[in-house]
């Protein structure tokens, strides 16, 4: 089945960027979803369909999908920021949404 | 009042059925434009989605998991609900039930709105 990797953490310094990569064999063609998860919380959507952002998300947060590597970007980075990340796609060969691994964000 | 609100056991016995509801508030569930899913979490793993119905009633499961998972759902309450079968310590895990849509365009869809999950034990 279709495997979704990303590094299990990133860390970052206030008002920097984090970069959360989300590896998959040719995930370039797919469509690329991005949720913010914090302890305790509902999952948030905060990108969909590569670079979309639902409403009431920041500008700040912004995603890109090319060749086996999507990448969700978030810009001058706050305490607020810290969670964990997990992408996720649709694989049609299995018939089943797959998600990654999980990125946590840590604020330094 | 949360949108999406898991409820049910957070202790199982190994064998015996999983039973958890999702009641949704402020939405109608007969919407024509969201499906309702339940996804899970096992402890220090990644998220699995579980399996997704639409109003009326058809369903679809992650393979993985088809031969042990039921999803309905009862309009007239305004929730749907999952049954997982035969359950062992694997199937310990938070459990989230969440709205989602397709997205116009792409093969995916978007869950767009999501319980706060509910943890599930499975242990004599």
């Known amino acids: 089945s279709y495997v979704l990797t990303q590094p299990p953490s990133v860390s970052v310094a206030p008002g920097q960027t984090a970069r959360i990569t989300c590896g998959g064999n040719?995930?370039?063609?797919?469509?690329v979803n991005w949720y913010q998860e914090k302890p305790g919380q509902a999952p948030v959507l905060v990108v969909y369909?590569?670079?979309d952002r639902p409403s009431g998300i920041p500008e700040r947060f912004s995603g890109s999908n090319s060749g086996n590597t999507a990448t969700l970007s978030i810009s001058r980075v706050e305490a607020g920021d810290e969670a964990d990340y997990h992408c996720?796609?649709?694989?049609?060969?299995?018939?089943?949404?797959?998600f990654g691994t999980g990125t946590k964000v840590t604020v330094l | 009042q949360l949108p999406l609100q898991e409820s049910g056991p957070g202790l199982v016995e190994p064998s015996e059925t999983l039973s958890l509801t999702c009641t949704v508030s402020?939405?109608?569930?007969?919407?024509?434009?969201?499906?309702w899913g339940w996804i899970r979490q096992p402890p220090g793993k990644g998220l699995e989605w579980v399996g997704t119905?639409?109003?009326?009633?058809?369903?679809y499961y992650n393979p993985s998991l088809k031969s042990r998972v039921t999803i309905s759902v009862d309009t007239s309450k305004n929730q749907f609900s999952l049954k997982l079968s035969s359950v062992t310590a694997a199937d310990t895990a938070v459990y989230y039930c969440?709205?989602?849509?397709?997205?116009?365009?792409?093969?995916?869809?978007?869950?767009?709105?999501w319980g706060q999950g509910t943890k599930v034990t499975v242990s004599s």
């Open positions: 969440a709205r989602h849509f397709s997205i116009v365009g792409a093969t995916n869809d978007a869950f767009d709105m």
């Open positions: 402020g939405v109608s569930i007969s919407s024509s434009s969201f499906y």
């Open positions: 119905i639409f109003y009326i009633g058809s369903t």
């Open positions: 040719n995930i370039g063609s797919k469509s």
């Open positions: 369909d590569d670079s």
């Open positions: 996720q796609v649709w694989d049609s060969s299995s018939d089943r949404y797959v």
